[in-house]
């Protein structure tokens, strides 16, 4: 039994009331007259959110209100008949659940961020129609030679030579992703060389002088081509932009933002992982035909020297491949 005060909706005068349940209804009994003023079904009234300190409100149908200061008996009450109360208010009613849900909720959005984005854009990678891939890749190297890259001024055996001897190593077994090898000049770029999506290799005439040896330019394809056989460029654009479509709308017009697919390449940034993966590859297709992974220890050396002083406003594509000290370290492990 539960004391309310008793609004009859017509007078502005409370009454004290007992509350309980009679035969599955919820009663009101006057207190001092000891006769039932009123008889409802739990369905039929309406239980106000718990809002505060205040008493809570009981509102009954048609027109009458009760309301209850003792929230614990109301609430046993309440669960006698098997009334769930809301999500809301149980939680409002605790504040350390309350923090607990606001901290669930951080934590579900960072880890959405750090594996969800990687999971879906892989699930979109896996079902974007064939052949989008080759023709993003080759929006983005039109991009670039617009902007960045200029005609390759190596004499045409140098490049014929060098393609020749990327094309007679062997890939790791069962992963030979398909591959082009472009030649570019970029005196703003610098040395370098990137896998775009769908098969494009460029490697810069910058590289190529840089290298001493041309085992370095195949270990640093090698590394490229891990990229192609990873898809990276195509997964890494996709998180860009299913973050990007995340944030606009839920999951907004995925097919507007692949419109943008290119440029979301030329912007996107190898993740620690994705560097990894290429590497690991490359130390492996090494291997497979009788080179040190060291050539690749070495080419990333020299790159990294080349690129200490980055040129600005360079799309993150171009700038010098990222973690390189702790690729290097990683690299000597497959000696
Ligand atoms: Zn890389």
């Not at 000891?34 to 009981?58: F, S, Y």
């Not at 610098?190 to 195949?218: H, K, Q, S």
């Not at 419109?259 to 992982?273: D, I, M, N, W």
Request: aromatic share 6%; with cysteine; glycine share 8%.
């Amino acid at each position: 039994m539960v004391e309310a005060r008793y609004f009859d909706g017509r007078s502005s005068r409370p009454r004290t009331v007992l509350l309980d349940w009679q035969d599955g209804l919820l009663t009101l009994r006057d207190t001092a007259e000891n006769t039932i003023l009123r008889q409802h079904l739990l369905q039929d009234m309406e239980v106000a959110e718990e809002l505060g300190h205040g008493p809570r409100l009981l509102r009954l149908p048609e027109s009458g209100l009760c309301e209850i200061e003792d929230r614990a008996g109301l609430a046993a009450l309440l669960e006698q008949a098997g009334h769930r109360e809301s999500m809301v208010s149980r939680g409002q009613r605790n504040l350390k659940l309350a923090l607990f849900a606001a901290i669930a909720l951080i934590v579900i959005a960072a880890a959405g961020y750090r594996w969800g984005v990687p999971l879906a854009a892989d699930a979109v990678a896996a079902r974007l129609p064939t052949g989008l891939a080759e023709k993003t890749g080759q929006e983005t190297l039109e991009l670039l030679d617009e902007h960045w890259l200029k005609p390759s001024r190596l004499p045409g055996a140098r490049r014929e030579a060098l393609r020749t001897q990327f094309a007679a190593l062997q890939p790791p077994p069962g992963q030979a992703p398909a591959w082009r090898l472009h030649f570019r000049a970029s005196p703003q770029v610098g040395a370098n060389a990137f896998a775009l999506p769908g098969g494009d290799i460029i490697l810069t005439d910058e590289l190529v002088a840089l290298a001493r040896d041309d085992r370095e330019i195949m270990a640093v394809l090698a590394h490229e081509l891990g990229h192609q056989h990873y898809r990276h460029g195509l997964r890494n654009a996709l998180q860009g932009i299913i973050v990007g479509a995340a944030v606009t709308a839920w999951l907004g017009d995925i097919s507007t933002a692949l419109a943008g697919l290119s440029s979301a390449v030329l912007e996107a940034r190898y993740s620690r992982e994705f560097e990894q993966e290429a590497d690991i590859y490359a130390a492996r297709m090494l291997q497979h035909n009788n080179l040190s992974p060291e050539w690749l220890a070495t080419a990333l050396q020299r790159l990294e020297q080349a690129h200490a002083s980055k040129a600005e406003g360079t799309p993150s594509l171009l700038s010098s491949h990222p973690h390189t000290a702790e690729r290097i370290e990683a690299l000597k492990v497959h000696r």
